[in-house]
């Protein structure tokens, strides 16, 4: 069964995109036109839910719900007891998962999101998949990476995103191999210059 023909599912979606539309209302992406925030989170659940991943034809909703949320209570005023009495305690559980300790210092979050990557459930593992290849895809365009990175900074992004996912991409081999591919081969351009996404990877 599809999303689509299920009611409560799509209601239950519907509900969810929203409640984050709010949420991230007044934030902007980092890149030259600023777009909504919200458009991130919608497309890590659109690439869950999509045919290349091998949550499809049947992403569970709960993993679709917390991918929409996934930085909700990291990055806005909602809270775990928000998204508890709204969405349950799964959809929580997961989101939480994907939340970084803003009390750590930025190199402290990266390191956290390393060590703990192995260890995360099954569900929050996809989210961070999709998370990372949706944040990569932005970086390889002009448009999409934020305003003022170096050719330098971009590259340590894609070699640090590696390491987070290389011990999540069994659950999800779809993804996975759209991550190894951005890895391997991907390039991006710098003042019409062209280098490669992740310059030790073969």
Not at 89 to 116: F, G, H, N
């Amino acid at each position: 069964m599809s999303l689509l023909s299920n009611p409560s599912t799509l209601s239950q979606l519907l509900e969810t995109a929203h409640f984050a539309a709010l949420a991230h209302g007044q934030q902007r992406r980092k890149s030259p036109s600023q777009p909504a925030y919200i458009q991130h989170p919608l497309h890590v659940a659109s690439l869950l839910a999509a045919p290349e991943s091998s949550l499809h034809p049947h992403p569970p909703v709960e993993i679709l719900q917390a991918a929409i949320l996934h930085d909700t209570v990291e990055d806005t005023d909602v809270t775990e007891e928000d998204l508890r009495r709204v969405f349950g305690p799964v959809v929580t559980r997961i989101v939480l998962e994907c939340s970084d300790d803003k009390a750590l210092s930025k190199e402290a979050r990266k390191q956290a999101q390393i060590d703990s990557a192995p260890h995360k459930s099954d569900e929050a593992k996809h989210v961070k998949l999709a998370d990372k290849l949706s944040n990569l895809r932005d970086l390889m365009s002009s448009e999409g990476r934020p305003s003022g990175w170096s050719v330098k900074r971009i590259q340590e992004y894609f070699v640090w995103s590696k390491r987070v996912t290389d011990s999540c991409i069994h659950v999800n081999p779809g993804i996975g191999a759209q991550l190894d591919e951005i890895y391997r081969q991907g390039t991006f351009e710098v003042e019409g210059k062209t280098y490669k996404c992740h310059p030790d990877y073969q």
